[in-house]
């Protein structure tokens, strides 16, 4: 009995059974509703997430262009920008360099209590951003342990630019490490080892070996805390202190704006994040067709 | 004896790379400074609470009602997104359709848009007077008030937590030995038959995981509700926002002691998703996040 190569195993379709000369092909799913449970994710995706996104425009855009680009361009909108371009260029830099460390450290060289390190790095995920904020001020308020030291050193953190910065990089600390642990956990370290063998130091390794490796999932992760390090507002609303112009990030700028009732600059300054957010996620898309296999020349996946 | 015993071999360890010190040094410095720091900041803080600011602010009307609502509308968003998850993620991973990729991408709004944008999105659409009123007015004409009620706060948390679910289910339901259900199929059991015989015993770690990891973020966001939330005490009001609030007021101590309260539901919340990762292998690794 001949075996056809395009009649294996299709996620729809199922097995194609050969008993004797008549074959059995076993039925998973109707077509009617495979196609209707796909209509209903399309639906749901674009009323729940698609539709957020075009109201922002929408609003933005409400009361014609040239209102849009005033209240765009103005000073306290290009502070807010750049303390947030500040924040996320301090961050970003300092988790990446975080994230591969501990992933070196727990998957190739297998260091001990990896579980205590991995819990303090999921942590950030759990905690309200309120309760972040709220801890930044206990350590370094002015009643708090370090603040008091630092106080008198002539340093206030809390509602400055500092704090602002401490309370991002916590909230953002699981997001590099946690999108690159996997991949690199499944590699394993034999490439790694094999390249110690033949007499590559340790940075080198890192650098031929590991690196180029990961690459896509370290891109992918670094713009998801990116997008994350600009839009953090939680946190960074409790230590900021709001003072405008100097201490004000973006998202925080949009909430001063819409409290004072002036929606549509609310609206035209949440459009520059949610364009930055958007142009993040296509970028990301870019990568993430890099990690899928490419499809074989075979391939028996019917389209539904 | 020249040859080492296979056995030997095989026991030995494989050569450890260098960079253990460099690394570890550093990530436990900067999970130190950065994480454990703050936490241990607010751990210690617990004894400057006195038994009577327990006292008063766990029997305080306004924070009781705060707890229901926060819990309440947590577990509801968490059991919405749970089924909307699995739809999810079983269409991406089960059928080849086009727009799949797209599809894929567009889950990740929720990561990448900030929270207060996303409010302020969901007040547009939802709030009858919003300048993009779209489902407002349209819910309000079949007697569902979404802005400024509890059920505004779920919507929000429905936004923010909506890839948690498929995220965590994607990497198991792509394992799924097909043979099992072909298996099933043949056995003649019907499609209902099928899911809840093969499909959810082989999902439920990650369902459990998924629905305590959406949990905790629901009940942890700020950005998103207040927006859309009215923020009336009594009834529209979460935990976090009187956190925010008792903050304001320089109430350090009562701010602490809510705040505590989380924390230890951010401690039990992780405690179940390593339980549950331990209890499965490393399958369930890839979902986090």
């Known amino acids: 009995m001949k075996f056809d190569a395009s009649l294996g195993v299709t996620p729809e379709i199922g097995a194609q059974v050969f008993v004797g000369s008549p074959r059995i092909a076993i039925k998973r799913s109707t077509l009617w509703f495979r196609r209707s449970l796909i209509g209903l994710s399309f639906a749901v995706v674009g009323v729940a997430l698609v539709m957020p996104i075009i109201a922002i425009f929408g609003a933005a855009l409400n009361h014609g262009f040239g209102t849009y680009l005033s209240s765009i361009l103005n000073a306290e909108t290009w502070g807010a920008l750049k303390l947030t371009l500040l924040t996320v260029a301090l961050v970003l830099p300092l988790n990446t360099l975080f994230a591969l460390s501990l992933a070196w450290a727990i998957n190739k060289t297998r260091v001990k209590g990896s579980t205590w390190l991995l819990i303090l790095t999921d942590l950030p995920l759990t905690i309200s951003p309120v309760v972040s904020g709220l801890m930044i001020i206990l350590l370094y308020g002015q009643r708090g342990w370090l603040g008091t030291q630092l106080h008198a050193l002539g340093f206030d953190v809390v509602y400055s630019v500092p704090a602002v910065i401490l309370g991002t990089l916590f909230v953002t600390v699981p997001y590099v490490a946690k999108q690159i642990l996997p991949q690199i956990e499944a590699q394993g370290t034999q490439l790694e080892e094999a390249a110690a063998t033949l007499g590559a130091g340790g940075w080198q390794i890192f650098k031929r070996v590991t690196l180029p490796s990961i690459r896509l999932s ?87 | 004896m020249i040859s080492t015993p296979i056995k030997s071999l095989a026991r030995r360890r494989a050569p450890s790379l260098p960079g253990l010190v460099p690394t570890t040094a550093f990530s436990v410095i900067f999970l130190g400074l950065v994480v454990a720091l703050p936490v241990l900041a607010l751990v210690v803080q617990s004894h400057v609470i006195t038994p009577d600011v327990w006292l008063k602010t766990l029997t305080s009307r306004r924070v009781l009602a705060a707890m229901r609502v926060s819990f309440g509308t947590s577990a509801a968003s968490a059991l919405v997104t749970s089924v909307i998850g699995l739809l999810l993620a079983w269409v991406l991973e089960r059928y080849r359709f086009t727009g799949r990729r797209v599809l894929d991408a567009l889950l990740d709004i929720p990561l990448a848009l900030p929270t207060a944008v996303a409010g302020l999105a969901l007040a547009a659409i939802y709030a009858e007077n919003g300048s993009q009123s779209w489902l407002g007015g349209p819910l309000k004409s079949i007697g569902l008030q979404v802005a400024y009620t509890p059920l505004g706060i779920i919507v929000a948390q429905v936004f923010v937590t909506l890839p948690v679910q498929t995220r965590a289910l994607q990497p198991l339901l792509r394992q799924f030995d097909s043979t099992v259900e072909d298996a099933g199929i043949i056995l003649g059991a019907s499609p209902w038959q099928r899911f809840w015989r093969l499909f959810v015993p082989h999902l439920s770690p990650a369902l459990i995981c998924g629905f305590t990891q959406a949990f905790a973020r629901a009940l942890g966001e700020y950005g998103a509700i207040i927006f859309i939330a009215g923020n009336l005490p009594g009834y529209s009001e979460i935990v976090p926002l009187i956190i925010a609030t008792k903050l304001e007021q320089f109430d350090y101590a009562g701010a602490s002691a809510l705040a505590l309260i989380m924390l230890a539901i951010s401690f039990a919340s992780l405690l179940i998703l390593n339980l549950s990762a331990k209890n499965f292998g490393n399958r369930l690794k890839e979902g986090f996040l």
């Open chain 1, 218 to 304: 370290l891109v992918q992760g670094v713009i998801l805390a990116a997008a994350r390090a600009a839009g953090e507002f939680g946190a960074v609303s409790m230590v900021s202190g709001h003072i405008r112009g100097l201490t004000t990030t973006l998202p925080q700028h949009v909430e001063i704006l819409y409290n004072e009732y002036r929606f549509t600059a609310a609206y035209s300054v949440a459009s520059i994040l949610t364009l930055f957010a958007v142009l993040s996620l296509a970028v990301k898309a870019f990568f993430a067709s890099g990690l899928e296999p490419a499809p074989r020349p075979n391939d028996p996946s019917r389209r539904a």
